[in-house]
């Protein structure tokens, strides 16, 4: 009796292990973010709508981060995954706020971009879809990129500075 019980067990154990497991949260960590024309249009401004959803362009030196020195994490505006963080910009003098890199290599995604007659990288927010700029490869070392982004596909958050050791 006892023998059968043991037995019963491993059965069950057996049938457990052969259950297909949850697998959103091994093969990936990004949720998508998929909205429709009219949702994206009440949650943005027209401003956001035209840049994140129609690949606008801010005018250089418009923008509130191209300037910004302070320490912190840039987020994206429309559905405010992390992008990128204040120790990889760079003054790169074309009035956009720039990176050399992103937080994650998984957060933003490259397309072609062929629009105003040139071939260009777009870079989007992976989670959403939002326009954020372009990648050129004239940036600083040690990846030679330029993320050249709109501040307005941008939300910034202040985090303190790691103290000096
Ligand atoms: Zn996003």
């Not at 067990?9 to 024309?37: F, N």
Request: proline share 5%; hydrophobic share 30%; charged share 25%.
């Amino acid at each position: 009796m006892k023998m059968k019980f043991t037995s019963l067990l491993l059965l069950l154990a057996l049938i457990a292990c052969g259950q297909p497991k949850d697998k959103k949260s091994e093969t990936s960590k990004i949720v998508p973010v998929k909205k429709t024309t009219a949702e994206w249009k009440a949650q943005l401004t027209s401003e956001e709508y035209y840049v994140l959803r129609e690949k606008g362009t801010e005018r250089a030196f418009t923008g509130k981060y191209w300037d910004n020195h302070e320490h912190g994490v840039y987020y994206c505006a429309a559905c405010n995954q992390e992008l990128f963080a204040s120790e990889t910009k760079f003054e790169s003098g074309t009035g956009w706020p720039s990176f050399w890199q992103p937080i994650s290599k998984e957060l933003v995604a490259v397309g072609i971009d062929k629009s105003i007659g040139m071939v260009r990288d777009e870079v989007v927010c992976s989670r959403c879809g939002g326009h954020l700029g372009h990648v050129f490869d004239d940036g600083p070392k040690p990846t030679g990129l330029r993320y050249c982004l709109n501040s307005v596909s941008l939300k910034f958050e202040k985090t303190p500075k790691p103290e000096k050791k």
